[in-house]
T-cell receptor
Framework: GAVVSQHPSRVICKSGTSVKIECRSLDFQATTMFWYRQFPKQSLMLMATSNEGSKATYEQGVEKDKFLINHASLTLSTLTVTSAHPEDSSFYIC?????????????FGQGTRLTVV | GESVGLHLPTLSVQEGDNSIINCAYSNSASDYFIWYKQESGKGPQFIIDIRSNMDKRQGQRVTVLLNKTVKHLSLQIAATQPGDSAVYFCAEIDGGYQKVTFGTGTKLQVIP
């Protein structure tokens, strides 16, 4: 089946630095990828929708200058948390849509645990 | 740091019993629904899906029921096993598959 690879799985960074998270679709082309954030014991909250070759669409309340999304190819989207602060510590998950074949399905990466110290 | 947030509702089930996890969705225009299982520290895993033109779909040990009248989904797990312990989320998807919206989640604890 289709696989989405997310890297890194864990990252610890100092306050004020930037962190880049990669999301790759390994055996399909993903024109659309989603980025989610998940706090402990809560559901996944959509941050933004990333479309290949165009600007990402951010959900209300998500700072686009803080969470930079680049979807430069059909298999790679990146989320950069800029000038990270402790309140940005969270679990970030990407999802890629496989529209090929007879059905459309969303596949999820393994998630990235970000800790800002 | 991270916000504390709400505690997920927890369903405790004896090993071997059947589990029923419920979910209310919000958008009457959603036409595709998926149940996901999320183990600690991992991304969601697809379990089973159902389209809005169906009211029931069965998998290997799982069944999803859809009641569009009251916008309600349920996931039934037969003969629950310790490996089923996880958080389960329902997700509703709009017609153009432009957005996946997750429910609040339910933590399933299987008692050996």
């Amino acid at each position: 089946g289709a696989v989405v690879s997310q890297h890194p799985s864990r990252v610890i960074c100092k306050s004020g630095t930037s962190v880049k998270i990669e999301c790759r679709s390994l055996d399909f082309q993903a024109t659309t990828m989603f980025w989610y954030r998940q706090f402990p014991k809560q559901s996944l909250m959509l941050m933004a929708t990333s479309n290949e070759g165009s600007k990402a669409t951010y959900e209300q309340g998500v700072e686009k200058d803080k969470f930079l999304i680049n979807h430069a190819s059909l298999t790679l989207s990146t989320l950069t948390v800029t000038s990270a602060h402790p309140e940005d510590s969270s679990f970030y998950i990407c999802s890629a849509i496989d529209r090929g074949g007879t059905s459309t399905e969303a596949f999820f990466g393994q998630g990235t645990r970000l800790t800002v110290v | 740091g991270e916000s504390v947030g709400l505690h997920l509702p927890t369903l405790s089930v004896q090993e071997g019993d059947n589990s029923i996890i419920n979910c209310a969705y919000s958008n009457s225009a959603s036409d595709y629904f998926i149940w996901y299982k999320q183990e600690s520290g991992k991304g969601p895993q697809f379990i089973i899906d159902i389209r809005s033109n169906m009211d029931k779909r069965q998998g290997q040990r799982v069944t999803v029921l859809l009641n569009k009248t009251v916008k309600h989904l349920s996931l039934q797990i037969a003969a629950t096993q310790p490996g089923d312990s996880a958080v389960y989320f329902c997700a509703e998807i709009d017609g153009g598959y432009q957005k996946v919206t997750f429910g609040t989640g339910t933590k399933l604890q299987v008692i050996p």
